[in-house]
């Protein structure tokens, strides 16, 4: 074979990838490109190794270089073509959610900005899919990928500006939509305490003005009763109300009523707070005289009509009115003793930042001239007139309340808590017993009016029968 010298050959760009698709293939099959080389230099008896070397390695190089350019340059116009492609998309997804947005309220012209740029944009894409076919692409791909990047940008921004202003308009209208319901709310709390006003008047005993005490009944005291009932739990709300804004916690006041309570809804725990109202408001009142200090006894001969006569002054007369004319009376007396033993001084000193109301009930001055106050005289009230009621019958009328943990019986009992005795009819594994008494209960000869209790559920392994006591026997602290 005879010599060749490189120096005289000038290989083309096709003879150059051939020759290094030979050098590959070579490497494939296990022959290096340096050996076949020493081999063509061996029989061709050639000296000079290093030049012929050297010019083998450098069009191998460069030949590398050039489908490494290629490759690069379709990679790079490629990205610049999926650039544009999100970028579009961006913009017809900006687009749809403006046309959205124009819908409610109607904008017209904001319906045909985003519907022309919608179908500009499905124009756009239909170009970029004919490009990506033809391989048409950008001649400056990195200013393309660049622009691209920022209109996509602007695409989502714009989304989320449109977004921003449809969240703004519901907030608006949440806003209108709770300013109406509070205004639905203030009428409906001063009509409710339009009713309860009116409830709480004496105005209600009306029916019991041409009573004579000949013609008692026991209706005329269920009558009072309810009446009393409605006025104790109208101060009950006035002093939830004032906890609450005063951050008490009310969940360690009622567990230190009432321990050991499961509550079936969490509101019931009212009940517990009104209980305690009743055994302080309701204590003593099987005495004639309230067990009040220094308070004379009328002749028992006489003791049904006196007990009568001072609840036909009290029940038409407002207790404010009769304090003021009457301040050294039994009733006053009432009053002041009762507001003492209620409303502890830390609960005054909060809902109020001083103790002038329990430092003037204490002076006997006088009575304080707040709404706290006057809804508790209210109270006293409706408790001292049926105090006065009870004794005007004769046999006189007795109270009673039901030991803790007692079979329910609707002989004596009235559930505060319906719902309660409705889940032990699907219960059968359970009875309802009586968590604590929160209104008492009233004989009157062979009439029983039931006294109000909340309930809970035990198992049935325990029988527990009913016991009735009298409300003063055994108080529960």
Request: glycine share 4%; proline share 3%; charged share 25%.
């Amino acid at each position: 074979m005879e010599s060749v010298n490189p120096s005289a050959v000038t290989p083309s760009k096709k003879l150059a990838r051939n020759f290094a698709k030979v050098l590959h293939l070579r490497a494939l099959i296990g022959i290096t490109p340096v050996d076949g080389l020493k081999n063509v230099i061996s029989d061709a008896n050639l000296k000079d190794d290093g030049n012929i070397g050297k010019g083998t390695i450098n069009w191998s190089q460069s030949f590398n270089k050039d489908d490494h350019d290629e490759e690069l340059l379709e990679r790079v116009n490629m990205e610049a073509l999926l650039a544009k492609l999100f970028a579009s998309t961006s913009t017809v997804k900006a687009a749809y959610a403006q046309l959205q947005y124009a819908q409610s309220p109607y904008d017209p012209d904001g319906i045909q900005v985003a519907d022309h740029l919608i179908v500009s944009e499905f124009k756009h894409l239909s170009e970029l899919k004919q490009c990506y076919l033809k391989k048409q692409f950008d001649p400056s791909p990195e200013k393309a990928i660049l622009a691209a990047e920022s209109k996509e940008l602007q695409s989502v921004i714009s989304t989320y500006e449109i977004m921003a202003k449809k969240l703004e308009s519901q907030v608006r209208l949440k806003e209108s939509e709770i300013i109406f319901l509070k205004e639905k709310l203030d009428e409906a709390n001063k009509h409710n305490k339009s009713i309860e006003k009116r409830l709480n008047q004496s105005g209600q005993l009306s029916v019991l003005d041409n009573l004579h005490i000949s013609g008692l009944s026991p209706s005329h005291f269920a009558t009072v009763l309810r009446s009393t009932v409605r006025s104790i739990r109208s101060f009950v709300r006035l002093l939830v109300e004032e906890m609450r804004s005063t951050d008490w916690d009310i969940d360690a006041a009622v567990n230190a009523i009432e321990q050991d309570v499961v509550y079936f809804v969490e509101d019931h725990k009212c009940f517990t707070i009104e209980s305690f109202v009743c055994r302080e408001m309701f204590d003593s009142f099987h005495f004639p005289d309230f067990s009040l200090l220094n308070e004379s006894l009328p002749d028992r001969n006489k003791r049904q009509q006196v007990f009568f006569a001072r609840f036909n002054e009290l029940k038409s007369t407002k207790a404010r009115e009769f304090l003021a004319v009457n301040p050294r009376s039994s009733f006053a007396k009432f009053c002041r003793v009762k507001y003492l033993k209620l409303v502890h001084p830390k609960m005054e000193s909060s809902f109020f930042g001083n103790l002038s109301q329990r430092n003037l009930l204490n002076s006997g001055e006088g009575f304080p001239d707040t709404a706290f106050f006057g809804s508790f005289a209210e109270m006293a009230k409706k408790v001292w007139i049926l105090h006065c009621l009870a004794f005007s019958f004769e046999p006189q009328v007795s109270i009673f309340q039901v030991r803790k943990g007692c079979r329910f019986s609707d002989v004596y009992m009235e559930s505060v808590n319906d719902d309660m005795l409705l889940c032990s009819d699907q219960t059968v594994e359970s009875d309802p017993q009586v968590a604590f008494t929160v209104v008492p209960g009233f004989r009157i000869g062979k009439t029983v009016i039931q006294c109000q209790v909340y309930l809970s559920l035990h198992q049935r392994t325990t029988t527990t029968t009913t016991k009735v006591k009298k409300f003063n026997s055994t108080r529960q602290r």
